[in-house]
């Protein structure tokens, strides 16, 4: 069982940035891919961005040249750094993980972008 904590949500004006954190209770050397992912209510769940375990990251188009994810291997952390953020990027933030045992979700946090 792996616990996924985010961390790093809050308000922020429209051009502003934030970044998020996603700490592991374990080692994220093995896992295949870790992602952010977010939602609005009413809507499905969206991928952000993911990195692959050998450093390939992808993003949605929405988001591309704005955002960066990156992972901190000795702390079993990965960022999402938000620059340039837009009120159409509100939503609730979520880290998750996929090991080859299974695959995990944090709680969520929150990101709130006013104009």
């Known amino acids: 069982q792996v616990q996924l904590v985010e961390s790093g949500g809050g308000l922020v004006q429209a051009g502003g940035s934030l970044r998020l954190s996603c700490a592991a209770s374990g080692s994220i050397l093995s896992v295949n891919d870790m992602g952010w992912y977010r939602q609005t209510p009413g809507e499905q769940r969206e991928l952000v961005a993911s990195?692959?375990?050998?450093?390939?990251?992808n993003y949605a188009d929405s988001v591309k040249g704005r955002f960066t994810i990156s992972r901190d291997n000795a702390k079993n952390t990965v960022l999402l750094q938000m620059n340039s953020l837009k009120p159409e990027d509100t939503a609730v933030y979520y880290c998750?993980?996929?090991?080859?045992?299974?695959?995990?979700w944090g709680q969520g946090t929150q990101v709130t972008v006013s104009s």
């Open positions: 990195i692959t375990r050998g450093g390939n990251t």
């Open positions: 998750n993980g996929n090991w080859w045992y299974g695959g995990y």
